[in-house]
């Protein structure tokens, strides 16, 4: 976002200085002048013509919602556009996989190995890409949801995908929400997919609690996985963010990310609290 | 062994195919054009094409030069002497627009092309199996009567 020169035209310094601090938290950190004149509030800028305090964060607003919807075009439109030469690439190591494994020498079959391997990746990461692009305010479809119901489903589908473990998953106390089915249970698949994937017990233990005040539910995911350095905790909700040496946990590490974009699309937040070793607390808070 | 019509502008999906077709149990013989102004010079047997011989099946992708997809298989399919061929469109695109223009443009069936290519192994083996192996294709037959 490109930043103007701001010049703020006031009659009351005090107003003036404030607006200035809404700026600056804005963004807008060098450049805005304060003159006082006999007028009511204005500034002289290309992009914004303000008359109060209130206009003013409405506007910012609004800026930073088109900015973010020009992001998910943009990013929609890239990831779907690199799908057709990644179809090319993947293919032909796929073929080359194939046909030549075993027919050349031991570097090639390795060489092979890592660029099937490395396209599998970047698939991975351009469809979370996409996903993540396509989750926005116009596409929510809001309706009453039994959660009981919803963790019940996300438990059964996982229990499929890992039947290599003997998983317990405990669920208490879940109450009924107003938000997006699809995206929640999107949300849910990711973090009870986290707590069994990110763990190295032969039998993961997950429980699952909410706990509510007067404005919040706040859904609890613990497990018994390897846990989360204090360090990390905030870097890991963002875009393409992997703790981990890529052999030992697979995947493309956007899934938190796509978390965080959703439960904030539910005006809630989501975070972690955890001890190494000792596995991790995620909650995420919806209003009621 | 069959004889197969590919119109594809990629170079990489046109080798792609054939060798995806290599992977099927029997060899079939496949010619490719570029874009649809060639194809249907192909079909109409014009200029350098005098001697191209009559395609069982059509492979078609929708998104080509000059003349695209859709409109081939427009022209195609109001051609007395074409429209019997069966014409199977090969696409990446999902889009729901470019499957029902397909089928309202009488397409004889819709495939979108999966990234994996094994899985792409697989349809071009169905499509043996079913379009080159299983059904009676218009070819054997007799000549069209005229007022189809």
Known sequence: MNKPVITIMHNDAADAENIKNILQQHGYGTGIDISLSNESAKFIDPILEIKDQSELIRILKEKADNAYRELDNFTYIASHDMQEPLRMVSSYVQLLQKRYVGKLDKDADEFIEYAVEGVKRIKAMLDDLLVYSRINIQSMHITDIDTNELFAKSIAELKRNFSKNEIKITCRNLPNIKADYKLISLMVNQLLNNAIKFNNNDSPVVDVSCERDENMYYFKVKDNGIGIDNIHKDKIFDFFQKLNNHSAFQGSGMGLAICKKIVELHQGKIWVESVPGNGSIFTFSIPH | ?148
């Not at chain 2, 502008?9 to 013989?29: R, Y």
């Not at chain 2, 859709?70 to 889009?95: G, H, M, Q, Y």
């Open chain 2, 1 to 148: 062994m069959a004889q197969i019509l590919l119109i594809e502008d990629n170079p990489g999906d046109i080798l792609l195919t054939i060798e995806a077709f290599k992977e099927c149990t029997e060899c079939h013989k496949i010619d490719s054009v570029e874009d649809g102004i060639e194809a249907l010079k192909y079909l109409r047997k014009q200029g350098k094409y005098s001697n191209s011989p009559d395609p069982d099946i059509i492979l078609l992708d929708l998104n080509l030069p000059k003349m695209d997809g859709r409109e081939v298989l427009a022209v195609i399919k109001s051609d007395l002497n074409l429209k019997t061929i069966p014409v199977i469109i090969l696409s990446t695109s999902r889009n729901s627009e470019d499957i029902l223009t397909s089928y309202a443009l009488k397409a004889n069936c819709y495939i979108t092309k999966p990234v994996e290519l094994d899985n792409f192994i697989k349809i071009i083996n169905s499509i043996d199996n079913f379009w080159l192996k299983t059904v009676k294709l218009p070819k054997t037959a007799s000549k069209v009567p005229s007022n189809v």
